[in-house]
């Protein structure tokens, strides 16, 4: 079976998805993520799982809540302002402790804004969005290989440490076209024992978000900070790209790391030593590696496609460290390799000169 | 000498209850847990209980259950059912969720048709939040929030959700029974277990509206509290079978 396709990315979070064992998807339509739902209605039922469309995102969630309860591996996908609707759901996925993946195909915002790419959910996405003391760990794809590659690990993880799980792109990775390789499909995965299946002859499960005893909920609270700490520990993930003779570190996730890559390879060619530091997982956010380069290095530039928001997991990950430059661009505008080159060389030229 | 009232299976022994005198709780959730061992179906159950006074409801059923946010009862079921359609499900929903903020999830869910049961628990007042008014309080009961009673020019009409979704293709049976006495009680019953066996026989969705006294938040006593449903609430919300497709006939 040949597994290279030319996709786009919507289509390779479907196929990826129905590859590591998902057999259920309920969501709600909103561009630029319709083709995800689109994908799911035709390849679902056809390998045994089920698609619905639902009533709104709201009621989406909750779908997931119910399939997520029985077992069965489920995903979910939205852009920004449903993605906010979703945010109830995801909040009580987390006090469950089940596990769903849910995709945020982000465009420009707040409220409805438009239908481009842009970043502006990283606080939504990586502060745990919903009401009440929970994380989600939040994956970013750079690429629409990653995109395969990663809606596996994100329905590993969420089935590991029972918890919902985010997969953060954009409108560009969404929209966007390249050969991608998918892995075999998984089969055989274990059986939940914890999955409410009627009680049969055994004792009856119940699952609840409520605690109304004090002392309980902090133990319970408690008990969900220790599981985010494995994850932290366990599951961080980044990419280092030309990092190894580099004087100054780009900071950027998804599609503004790819273009921060093309931007150092062309101020490369002008001398200017760049180098690349590429959050995978933006929580948990890869602080020790930060910090490791802030041992030799000082002049760090986030790029984002927000006014600024990942920068401040930056400055809280060096802890004073360094010096960080921020360049976004919000509202939707996709920034060239370009202006990107440019504000390397600036910065690069100011460490110069402050040297001599 | 006969055991004329044996302990249901799926009902827990040694639970102290925590629902007011008087509420209708009590009784409804021993009818269900009558029902579940009567028809054979509690191995395979998986109720969703609501935000309100009945989300402890999983304190007194043996059976598999989670609870839900406000309103969303049916959205998990079916969430549940599309996944596992063997499973038994049913919501245990009241007024202020089912027709209030789950009033989205309770149209499409039964516009679809969904295989699932719905045990809809009408007091016409908010029970757990403190007697604030619902959508099915009626005009001129006073609650917290309607201190001089509900007056349809601010607060609009009580809304007869249950006959809205009775119109629907995919609701197959819906009635509204009233916990008012000991046959308002066996009516209930009967009502329910017909509720149950649509869902057993696939026929597609089913609603149960109970009438049901809430003495503390409307400040009556018990017997006070039944004779309003019995002589007031019933002349709003009149009970009997507001559909019945079962014969086949949309």
Redesign the interface.
Known sequence: MVSKVFMSGNHAFGEAAIRAGCRSYFGYPITPQNEIGEYMAEHLPRNGGVFLQSESETAAINMVIGAAATGVRVMTSSSSPGISLKQEGISFLAGFQLPAVIVNVMRGGPGLGNIAPAQGDYFQATRGGGHGDYRTPVFAPGSLQEVADLTRVAFDVADRYRTPVMILGDGMLGQMKEPVEFPEPLVGLPEKEWALKGRGEGPSRYMASLILDVMEMERHNWELERKYQVITKNETLYEGYMLDDAKIVAVAYGTTARIAKAAIKRVRKEGVPAGLLRPITLWPFPKVPLQDLALRIEDFVVFEMSTGQMVEDVLLSLEGRGRVVFHGRPGGVVPTPVEFSRILYREYQRQVKSEK | MKLLNKWPIYYKRDVVTHYCSGCGHGVVHRIIAELLEEMDL?????C?NPAGCA?LA?KY?????????HG?GT??????????PE??VFTYQGDGDLSAIGT??T??SANRGEQITVVFINNAVYGMTGGQMAPTTLLGQKTTTTPGGRDPKFDGYPLHITDMIAQFPGVIYAERTAINGPAGIQRTKKAIRTAFQVQVDGLGYSIIEVLSACPTNWKMSTEDSFKWINEVMVKEFVPGVLTDKRGGAA
Do not use: P
């Open positions: 509690g191995k395979r159950a998986v969703v989300v999983y059923f043996d059976i598999d259950m989670i609870e839900s946010a969303r959205a998990i079921a079916t969430g549940i059912k599309r996944v596992k499973l038994f989205a999830e149209i499409h």
